[in-house]
């Protein structure tokens, strides 16, 4: 395997002004007269370059990125491969509607999806822009295909910031408030967070707690399908106890409620494998892909059993710009990177540098209550270690001083107590290395 070429940014981290420097705060001001209030940013440098683990921003300063625009350019950013057929398709045509006339990118790209997501059974695919339309079209599909109208959701869910998706999601601020009302017929059970569930609690056994919740709540009779992300993302890297999704799996399928799987962030080699259900050997009946699918480009897709996906009406599913040419050629070319690089491999890889050292700081500073995660999807929760509780001024703290050193590190979790790492699989090893080196000191330096 050879290592995918990072694009032209020398791949180093290099501080010319403090951050945000002269210009980034020029556009922020001008940012703040022109930009909802509502739409708020992270880290206020505004970015005019990047490429393989780097961001260079407009004052020529280099940021290692472990983030991918939150776990989008997992081939990296502009990767060559990329840009090479986005250019070669924008020349050619840049949109018809598939709806209108069709052309063959949207079909090779529902092909790569039959072929890459879990289980071998006859599949059809759909195109859409977001990862919070893919959901919403799963759940138009199973409703569709069963007759039955309810949604059952998890603690700590994310799925996507609209209407139906906000019903689905589970934190309420920012998300949800004073946004309803939300769309009905939605539940919510617990799901399996081994770091606070009971001491020894299984996977079956929180599989249980909630199916004894669904049967005596809502009903098997009612329920269209259960949406679940195998590893929640903005709800704070929760990975379930083994057990806990085959047992959820088989509930469903004893009962015909379809299974759903929101790959959104996990899918497409993040954790290791080309879809986390792979670990999982749970095969979903639906499942709902967007975020690393095409290289930063908008694309998502709604992949499943054909008898269920064909089962809506004609001209039932569409948009105007969903599977856009440009969006599935950037696609195409980012899955091939996957697969000719090994980039399933390589994020294990990077969970074999990341862990250990991040296990070590855990052991090293009771104030990270849990190491997990899987692959390149790796995540620390910050608590008081006295109580346990959460602590988000220690996460943000500790988040401010990582950006402030020029690393790029997101959040995450409904206490805001998480931090996570979502580099570019193809990231330097050098490079990732020095940005959990800056994690650790941040860590360090904010708890002792
Ligand atoms: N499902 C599992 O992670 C998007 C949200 C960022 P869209 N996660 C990032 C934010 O604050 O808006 C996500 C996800 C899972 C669905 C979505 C929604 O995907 O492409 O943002 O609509």
Redesign the pocket.
């Known amino acids: 395997m050879t290592a995918p070429h990072p694009g032209g940014l020398d791949q180093r981290r290099r501080l010319v002004t403090e951050l945000p420097g002269p210009r980034s705060r020029e556009l922020s001001a001008r940012r703040a007269a022109t930009v909802s209030a509502g739409v708020t940013v992270a880290m206020p440098v505004f970015i005019a370059a990047a490429g393989g683990g780097v961001l260079l921003d407009v004052d020529g300063n280099s940021l290692i990125d472990l983030g991918s625009g ?2 989008v350019t997992s081939v990296g950013n502009a990767a060559p491969a990329v840009v090479t057929a986005v250019q070669a398709q924008v020349e050619q045509f840049t949109h018809t509607c598939f709806m209108v006339t069709p052309y063959e990118g949207y079909l090779a790209v529902c092909e790569e999806l039959a072929n890459l997501t879990p289980g071998e059974h006859d599949k059809r695919s759909a195109l859409f ?7 919403e079209n799963a759940i138009k599909v199973a409703r569709h295909a069963t007759g039955r109208p309810a949604v059952v959701v998890f603690d700590h ?6 209407n139906l ?1 906000m019903a689905l999601t589970a934190k309420a601020m ?2 949800k408030h004073r946004f309803g009302p939300f769309a009905p017929e939605i539940y919510r059970v617990p799901v399996s967070y081994p770091f606070r569930d009971p001491a020894g609690m299984s996977g079956e056994q929180a599989a249980a707690r909630a199916l004894d919740l669904i049967d005596t709540q809502v009903g098997a009779e009612q329920l269209a399908c259960v949406v679940i ?1 195998p590893i ?3 709800g704070g890297f929760i990975v379930p106890a083994p057990g806990f999704l085959p047992a959820i799996a088989q509930w469903c399928a004893e009962r015909g409620v379809l299974f759903v799987a ?5 899918g497409f080699c993040r954790t290791g494998d080309w879809f986390a259900c792979d670990h999982n050997n749970v095969i979903p009946d639906l499942i ?1 892909t ?2 690393g699918i095409a290289g930063g480009l ?1 694309l ?1 897709g709604v992949t499943g059993r054909a008898h269920l996906m064909n089962a809506v009406h004609p001209g039932g599913l569409g948009g105007t710009y969903g599977g856009n040419p440009v969006a599935c050629a950037a696609a195409l070319a980012s899955i091939t990177m996957m697969r000719e690089h090994d980039l399933a491999g390589a994020a294990r890889r990077i969970e074999a540098i990341a862990a250990p050292k991040l296990h070590a700081l855990a052991a090293r500073c009771p104030a990270v209550g849990q190491v997990r995660g899987r692959g390149a999807m790796l995540a620390l929760e910050l608590i008081d270690p006295a109580t346990g509780a959460p602590d988000p001024a220690l996460t943000t703290q500790i988040v401010h001083a990582c950006h402030n050193a020029g690393v790029v590190v997101l959040t995450c979790g409904t206490y805001a107590n998480v931090i996570r790492l979502l580099p570019p699989l193809v990231i330097p090893h050098a490079l990732l290395t020095e940005g959990l080196d800056v994690l650790t000191h941040a860590v360090l330096t904010a708890t002792t």
């Open positions: 939150i776990a822009n977001s990862g919070a339309e893919a959901v869910a994310y799925h996507g910031r609209t998706t920012p998300y992300e929640q993302g903005e929101d790959e959104i962030q996990t709902a967007a975020k908008p998502a």
